[in-house]
């Protein structure tokens, strides 16, 4: 164990050396040394790749970039040539094969593949659109292990992922409300054989969540100091680093007194005390501070859905999420967390670059863009926050094979307009994607949100009715027939029975029945209950804003149920509405202003079922209208 704690802090000490001294040559020297890289750069003190000749043979190249700016993970080399095939050959003052394929850089920065260092991944899109924007590695900090065993793995098109699997947490703990059967912890004698379980299950570190809610103004359980410690001492005994989830300063200085390899976010509910950075170098730990989620929850969820070099690769859920706001508030200052972060660089502590995607006012790959200009609001300098998006999470998660441009190293790569060593925003101007040496079609899905970004059908025809279900089937006066709807399509195991019975409202002859069962267990949700599509395709968004909303009559067994209403301009997320239906029929009427504020004029589908509450249900709904 002391062995494995000492080989941490020599990556962790080197990745703080890039960030303090990102031009001394010393420092990315030993960065390659700590991680076992092959391939050192050669070249002069002064940063020209003039000065030196290079490294590594171009046997086998496929691809040059001529005389373009280099960034390599640590620091900046004004013009070099770099040969690469699947792996990155050659770089600096060296000749370009005969036949490769040449890409011209002048004007251009050639950057490694950005590393995500807190995300969370429920479906393949989602690692698609990471690589859109010039992530190519991601590291998942909680999903289902299904998930993490279906999307792990080298695939092309794809960001890589590295995944925590389940979360560490205690009983009704953060971490435990999606829907999601997980085990927990009450004890620290609890703590070797969850996280050996989890190592089995294909986990590639340890998440550990420590906070109990305050830092929002809620209150939830969480674990206490002694099991904290106890989890992070049980993955140290197997080699495997311990991130810890913490809310506010008292439990980042806990989970730090305690062990922690990095904390997943920095606090904000106040401005640390001076000695604060000072201690977390001491300990050697580095922190993702993941700062576009807590501006969001100070309830400011940014513009970069409007940047016009994001916003054409962007879906149309993906724009919706990022304008999305947090139903809950951070406590504190708003200004504490970048004063935090500001302290942290100071000392030297590796900062990484890390989104909490898909969270309130993010997404996936995009917002990494967005997180890099708030640290360097906060106070690093654009090389520093580079680093932090590149050699400093390789190294913190000892990703030996990426996160710089050098020989032998992976050819994951990203090129940029302009200088973003000098101008962190143009970041956001890509020019090329490259994963393993092949070229990703930015073009393609350019296309494709274009395609999804056209404008929404109309919908101030003759609209009213939707069913009234005396036909005996599940057809509508418009849009798409009702259909069944289950958490299966995000590894659920709910069911639903959608049957015309007999017995309608007012006397009429029939109506929908949905019965069924909502699981609780695998998925990041859970539901089970009927959708309809207004449009002519399914999920195609259409104008209803001539309506003032949707009500329908309804009776049941006493629980609660939800409409979920699908707004494109709103993002994945669906926005909700519960009732009570009792054993007689009464009338549901809900405005689309109830639904989070939507106009109506972007519907792309309405559900009425179960969920979250777990166990069988019974409910019938007739005479669904718009009104």
Not at 301 to 325: F, K, T, V
Request: hydrophobic share 45%.
């Amino acid at each position: 164990m002391d062995r494995d704690r000492d080989r941490d802090s020599s990556i962790l000490a080197s990745a703080r050396r890039s960030v303090v001294a990102l031009a001394a040559l010393a420092a990315l020297a030993a960065l390659g040394q700590a991680t076992g890289c092959a391939g050192a750069h050669e070249a002069g003190g002064n940063g020209s790749a003039g000065s030196g000749s290079g490294s590594g043979s171009t046997a086998g190249a496929t691809l040059a970039f001529r005389g373009v700016r280099v960034f390599d993970g640590a620091r900046v080399w004004p013009r070099a040539n770099v040969v690469v095939s699947d792996r990155i050959l050659a770089i600096g003052d060296v000749p370009i094969p005969a036949g490769v394929e040449v890409v011209e850089g002048a004007g251009h920065t050639l950057l490694p593949g950005l590393i995500d260092s807190h995300i969370h991944i429920y479906d393949a899109s989602q690692l698609e659109q990471s690589l859109a924007f010039g992530v190519t590695t991601v590291l998942d900090m909680f999903t289902t292990v299904e998930v993490m065993r279906s999307l792990r793995g080298d695939v092309p098109g794809r960001a890589e992922m590295r995944s925590a699997g389940i979360l560490a947490t205690a009983p009704g703990g953060h971490g435990s409300e999606y829907g999601i059967r997980i085990p927990t912890l009450t004890r620290p004698d609890e703590a070797q054989a969850f996280v050996d379980a989890r190592l089995a299950e294909g986990s590639d570190y340890i998440k550990i969540v420590y906070d109990d809610g305050s830092a929002y103004g809620v209150k939830f359980p969480s674990l206490s100091r002694e099991t904290l410690a106890a989890v992070i001492a049980a993955a140290h005994r197997r080699g495997k680093l311990a991130v810890v989830h913490i809310g506010d300063y008292e439990e980042a200085q806990g989970a730090i007194d305690a062990g922690a390899d990095g904390l997943a976010h920095i606090f904000g509910d106040r401005v640390p005390p001076a000695d604060f950075g000072k201690r977390v170098a001491a300990a050697h730990a580095f922190v993702t501070p993941t700062l576009s989620v807590l501006r969001n929850l100070h309830g400011d969820p940014g513009a970069l859905a409007d940047d016009p070099a994001i916003a054409p690769y962007l879906m149309p859920d993906a724009r919706g999420n990022l304008r999305a706001r947090f139903p809950i508030q951070a406590v504190g200052p708003a200004d504490a967390a970048a004063k935090a972060v500001a302290q942290l660089r100071d000392a030297g502590v590796p900062i990484l670059c890390g989104t909490d995607a898909p969270n309130p006012g993010t997404t996936h790959g995009a917002s990494m863009h967005d997180e890099l200009a708030l640290l360097v609001a906060a106070g690093l300098t654009p090389a520093e926050a580079l680093t932090a998006a590149t050699a400093g999470p390789a190294a913190a998660f000892r990703l030996s094979d990426r996160g710089r441009i050098a020989a032998g190293l992976r050819a994951d790569l990203v090129l940029v307009d302009g200088d973003p060593t000098a101008d962190i925003t143009r970041t956001r101007h890509i020019a090329g994607v490259w994963r393993d040496g092949k070229r990703f079609d930015r073009e393609a899905v350019r296309a494709r949100v274009a395609e999804a970004s056209r404008p929404a059908a109309a919908g101030a025809g003759p609209m009213g009715l939707i069913s009234d279900f005396e036909s005996g089937g599940l057809e509508t006066r418009f849009g798409q027939h009702w259909i069944s709807s289950t958490d299966s399509r995000v590894g659920g195991t709910s069911t639903v029975d959608l049957a015309v019975a007999a017995g309608g409202a007012g006397k009429s002859a029939r109506a929908l029945a949905i019965t069924g069962e909502v699981v609780a267990g695998k998925g990041p949700a859970k539901w089970a209950g009927a959708f309809f599509s207004p449009g002519a395709q399914a999920f195609e968004p259409t104008d209803l804003s001539s309506r003032k909303g949707v009500r329908f009559q309804a009776r049941g067994d006493g629980k609660t149920y939800v409409v979920m209403l699908f707004a494109r301009s709103r993002g994945r997320m669906p926005l909700t509405q519960t009732f009570v239906a009792g054993a007689s029929f009464a009338p549901v009427e809900l405005a689309w202003s109830q639904f989070g504020g939507t106009d109506g004029s972007d519907i792309m589908g309405i559900f009425i079922g179960a969920s979250p509450e777990v166990g069988r249900f019974a409910l019938t709904v007739d005479d669904v209208e718009l009104w």
